[in-house]
């Protein structure tokens, strides 16, 4: 089932074209990643998704979940955002109230979706519950808390709201390895069990390999190719898909890690 269709996408301001998709479908249980260098449309791609690109011309067809997002009210907007899809940043900790506790926070955003009281305090710890979190960390605020673990907050946040589709944006660039496997872990269970869809923004041509289903690579605002991850990455077209696939580093054979 698609949730999310975009058809012939362009967004301009002035004369430059920021963004030029032709074709884009997040599917349930999906993951599809858009990866390129920095400035070559990706982010704008994802926000365009949510219907917050502001001051550009932004033409062709964006729908989520049948809703055209580019003609929606701000009321079915808002009905639309965290609820079916929800927006996970790069640097979570710097989009969270840091007066407020964690519990609270996920409390107040459920408050706003019309979720409150036993289901609130239920949705609460079966979604910590789900990002591997302890309780204890409802009591901690933001700054109490590590880059992964307020990655998995967002996650958790997303999840107690009831979205099907986390549109990530370098989820894990900010994170050690061994905190950015902890995030994707977490992200593969959600997807077979759930069926949580993901449309995760990344230059990390490695993680991409390892956890999407199909990739479009965009280059100065335009999608250069796109197509399966395992054929993307086997047999890329375009020469500067190949540039970046040449540009993942490789560990010699006698520094990989065995098991």
């Known amino acids: 089932m ?20 032709p074709e884009l479908d997040v599917a349930r249980g999906e993951c599809v990643a858009v990866v390129g260098e920095s400035g ?10 949510l219907g917050l690109v502001e001051g550009a011309q932004i033409s062709g067809s964006i729908e989520a979940f049948g809703v055209d997002v580019r003609t929606a009210s701000r009321s079915r907007l808002r009905e639309i955002r965290g609820a079916k899809i929800a927006l996970v940043m790069q640097s979570p900790q710097a989009a969270l109230n840091p007066t407020l506790r964690l519990g609270t926070l ?38 109490e808390v590590s880059g992964g673990q307020a990655q998995r907050f967002a996650l958790a946040l997303a999840l107690a709201l009831g979205a099907e589709v986390i549109l990530a944006d370098e989820p894990t ?3 050690d ?10 992200l593969r269970r959600l997807r077979a069990e759930r069926g949580l869809a993901v449309l995760l923004v990344s ?3 490695a993680l991409v390999s390892i956890v999407a289903d199909r990739v479009l690579v965009m280059r100065e605002g335009r999608v250069v190719e796109s197509g399966p991850a395992a054929e993307v990455f086997a047999r890329p077209r375009d020469p500067y898909t190949r540039e ?16």
């Not at 910590?128 to 605020?141: H, Q, T």
């Not at 390895?177 to 977490?186: G, P, S």
Request: net charge positive.
């Open 106 to 143: 996920l409390r107040r955003a459920l408050k706003r979706h019309g979720v409150a009281g036993a289901e609130a305090e239920r949705r609460t710890a079966q979604a910590v519950a789900d990002v591997m979190l302890e309780p204890a960390i409802l009591r901690r605020y933001p700054h």
């Open 244 to 259: 970046l696939i040449a540009a993942v580093p490789v560990l010699p054979e006698a520094d990989r890690v065995h098991d």
């Open 203 to 205: 230059h990390d041509l």
């Open 40 to 49: 070559s449309g990706k982010s704008t791609t994802l926000l365009s998704i």
């Open 2 to 21: 698609t949730l999310i269709s975009v058809r012939d996408l362009r967004v301009r301001i002035g004369e430059r074209v920021i963004a030029d998709v």
């Open 173 to 175: 660039s900010a994170l």
């Open 177 to 186: 390895v061994t905190v950015q496997a902890e995030v994707v872990a977490v």
